[in-house]
């Protein structure tokens, strides 16, 4: 019967001492609150001839957070700027739990953060609250490129300017200044681009009003492709062309032959329905049997993710059977009056990364194309970094700083093979294509 007290007690006491273990938990006030596997009152019962109950209470006290506790954020940061919590906060005499989770900058207005910190050993929580502000104005991307107006047609100043803001979708484009659309003559004229948060910015423009709209003329040097070889030819380099329907038929084995190694081909283009390049078909084919390297670009001119998304699973459909070297290009290029597609930069940057991320799915990987200027202003440097780009600059010696793994440096080539002009690349074999 002795033995029998012995174990039932050594049992209870066993409980009593924290056998179990413990664990904390953090309630929403910011208070740690340390809980005991086993209950507070535990009720320990043992059998004899006469029953005893013995009852033994035991309490642990809470952890409690500074009473001088210092934890200062900033009162505002810019919209989409990527900051971490450690950024974020100022002054603090305690430690970040995390200091990299970033802080939600997605929208304007008024917000409140939990901010996990560690005290003693404890972690807790505060909320913070901060602002989330747009000072920065809308960018001009065409001031006013072709300004000439039919006389006698309906005048609006949105067909002749081009601006986007990095946050608001539809800024607003007011001008100061008289203009007779009817009547010819030059008109002097003030333009302002405003977005929803008040900023602007502004630019003068003079409009010329004619009887008639004299056609581009086209006074550029062609260039013949072994002297753009010449020209170019080092380490690390090979060249290209990108076609089109308006290569019509090309005889890639002469293409190839005149040291051509690859060619990007147009699969199609999308204005209010996803058409197929009228050569597509034949490019790929022959290009392929040639022996060349082969990638492919898609035209568009969608403002939507789905959209985008859509496209890159039918380009998907169109390559069946074939295999490619090189990546599926995004070309949008409607930046003229890239207003009138309703899109803010950020918008821009995600339906590309929409593009990327689809056609990634479908097994195959993506490149940017997108001139210098677009580069600079429109492009993040999230996407930039996120593919490879190609770069548009018809310059003799391009002055872009930005990373690209292919240069199209000239649209007035001409190479054995092909009737007319064709577009000229610069492959940098000794930087990132995939």
């Not at 006030?29 to 209950?39: D, F, L, P, Q, S």
Request: proline residues 4%; hydrophobic residues 35%; glycine residues 6%.
């Amino acid at each position: 019967m002795k033995l029998k007290y012995i174990v039932i007690l050594s049992a209870a006491l066993c409980l009593l001492t924290g056998c179990g273990g413990k664990k904390e938990t953090v309630s929403s006030e910011g208070t740690a609150v340390t809980t005991a596997k086993t209950t507070a009152k535990v009720s320990v019962t043992t059998t004899t001839a006469a029953k005893t109950t013995t009852t033994v209470t035991t309490a642990k006290a809470a952890s409690e957070p500074p009473k001088d506790l210092v934890l200062k954020g900033r009162d505002a940061v810019e919209v989409y700027e990527n900051i971490t919590l450690g950024e974020f906060v100022t002054e603090k005499n305690v430690e970040l739990k995390d200091a990299s989770v970033k802080l939600n900058t997605s929208d304007t207005g008024f917000f409140e953060v939990e901010i996990p910190y560690i005290y003693n050993g404890s972690e807790f929580k505060q909320k913070l609250q901060y602002s989330v502000v747009d000072t920065t104005p809308p960018v001009v991307i065409n001031s006013g490129w072709e300004p000439n107006h039919k006389a006698g047609t309906p005048f609006d100043l949105n067909d002749y300017v081009g601006f986007a803001d990095n946050f608001d979708s539809a800024p607003v484009l007011t001008y100061t200044g008289d203009i007779d659309p009817d009547k010819v003559g030059l008109y002097p004229l003030t333009a302002t681009a405003t977005d929803s948060s008040g900023n602007s910015v502004t630019w003068d423009v003079s409009i010329c009003v004619l009887s008639e709209v004299p056609r581009p003329v086209d006074d550029n040097p062609r260039v013949d492709y072994s002297e753009f070889i010449s020209r170019y030819d080092g380490e690390n380099v090979r060249f290209g062309i990108d076609v089109s329907a308006w290569q019509t038929n090309v005889d890639y084995n002469a293409v190839k032959a005149a040291g051509c190694s690859f060619v990007i081909i147009r699969v199609g283009y999308f204005y209010s329905q996803i058409t197929m390049d009228d050569y597509f078909r034949e490019n790929i084919k022959n290009a392929t049997e040639a022996g060349l390297d082969v990638g492919v670009y898609f035209y568009t001119t969608d403002n939507t993710q789905d959209g985008v998304r859509e496209h890159a699973r039918w380009i998907a459909e169109q390559l069946e059977g074939y295999e490619l070297q090189m990546p599926v290009a995004f070309d949008w290029e409607e930046f003229a009056n890239f207003q009138k597609y309703h899109m803010s930069i950020k918008d821009i940057n995600d339906v590309y990364a929409a593009f990327a991320d689809e056609i990634e799915k479908c097994g195959y990987s993506a490149m940017l194309y997108s001139s210098k200027n677009f580069l600079y202003n429109i492009w993040n440097e999230e996407t930039k970094s996120s593919h490879p780009v190609w770069l548009a600059h018809f310059v003799d010696d391009t002055d872009y700083d930005g990373e690209y793994a292919i240069w199209q440096a000239s649209a007035y080539g001409h190479i054995p093979g092909i009737n007319g002009d064709v577009d000229m690349d610069i492959q940098y074999t000794d930087r990132k294509l995939s």
